[in-house]
């Protein structure tokens, strides 16, 4: 056998002097062997480093893969990486292995990489969903018993449970810290596009604090970025109006860095800060980054959890899951406003 081929059933079957159908019962222990005949077997595939086609066995078979499948919008994104990391360590018990992939945020991709992972009859699959997808194609696979998790947004065309955070009362609470502290111009930086669940539902919590507070709604007031550099020009931006915010609220974790950054750059000191999603490193700025955390790893955990339940038979109805979010206290949302 060439030293740079991967090892087949075949091979092993030569190495044995059997054929390759008694290979398969060996490993599948799905017919008889001798037990000098499994004791040749599993020792040939010890030596030669075989790894049998679980794919090609369960497709053959019509079982399901022992897989998960996670489609999330970015894989830079540390806060998908807790997301993900939970729901790894909560299937690991189940004998299931996590498989990820990103869709960019775009509807085909993840289009692509959902019919990807329902080719390989993966046991579960849960969803990130992009902004613009139908995800209408999944109904015949839920109603074959296919537990399919929508996480973090809801998605369109398929009734199945949805893992979301309190986005609306976790940015109204922020909001209303800042007013709480003297701010009556604050400015919201939300992400983009404009249709994204998480960005609507937030920039409606920031509006319900400044209405509850009797303070207007002013337009000027609100820009989005998608990526750090987007979020540091939308700071400049309303940093420079004639009447500027004395306070900012980040809509993610990504516009916060912009922010932060453009804070630091225009050595603006005298603007408190409340971001929504929590920072690795929010305790060493200075000051320390207030903010309205997401549980990420209890996203995760309900998403597997509730996945998990529906894998073992659970045929109620669809529902949705929502996490709450907590204000954390660090110094940057506690600065008061300047008086006029």
């Known amino acids: ?19 390759a159908k008694t290979v398969s019962r060996v490993l599948n222990e799905d017919g008889p062997a001798s037990a000098r005949t499994r004791e040749q077997v599993l020792a040939a595939v010890a030596r030669l480093g075989f790894q049998p086609n679980l794919m090609a066995r369960n497709i053959r078979v019509g079982g399901p893969d022992t897989t998960v499948g996670l489609v999330i919008p970015d894989l830079g994104n540390p806060f998908f ?23 960019a945020d775009d509807p085909e991709r993840e289009r692509a990489l959902t019919d990807k992972f329902l080719a390989r009859r993966v046991s579960i699959l849960i969803v990130v969903p992009s902004v613009g997808a139908d995800h209408s194609h999944l109904k015949s696979h839920r109603t074959a018993g296919l537990p399919v998790i929508f996480l973090d947004r809801p998605g369109v065309g398929l ?4 893992i979301v955070s309190s986005n609306r009362a976790g940015a109204h609470d922020g909001v209303a810290h800042l007013v ?7 400015g919201f930086v939300g992400d983009l596009p404009l249709k994204l669940y998480t960005r609507r539902e937030r920039l409606a919590g920031y509006r319900s604090a400044l209405r509850e507070a009797g303070l207007p709604d002013d337009r000027s007031l609100v820009t989005n970025a998608h990526d750090q550099q987007g979020a540091e020009a939308a700071t400049a931006r309303l940093l420079a109006l004639a009447d500027p915010p004395t306070a900012l609220f980040a809509g993610n974790n990504i516009t916060a860095l912009g ?8 050595k603006r000191k005298d603007v408190a800060v409340v971001a929504f999603d929590d920072l690795s490193l929010a ?10 955390a997401q549980e990420a790893e209890e996203l995760g955990r309900a998403a597997a959890t509730t996945a998990l339940t529906r894998l073992d038979g ?27």
């Open 1 to 19: 056998m060439a030293a740079n081929r991967r090892p087949t059933l075949t091979d092993v079957a030569r190495e044995v002097g059997v054929s």
């Open 81 to 103: 990486g807790a997301v993900a990391q939970s729901i790894e360590d909560t299937v690991r018990d189940r004998g299931l292995t996590l498989l990820m992939g990103s869709s």
């Open 159 to 162: 009734a199945t449970d949805s």
């Open 180 to 186: 709480a502290h003297g701010h009556r111009r604050i």
């Open 259 to 266: 922010i932060v950054a453009e804070l630091a750059r225009s």
């Open 314 to 340: 659970d045929r109620t109805r669809a529902r949705t899951i929502t996490v709450p979010t907590r204000l954390i206290v660090r110094g940057s949302g506690e600065q008061r406003a300047p008086k006029r």
């Open 283 to 292: 305790e060493a700025l200075e000051p320390a980054l207030t903010v309205v």
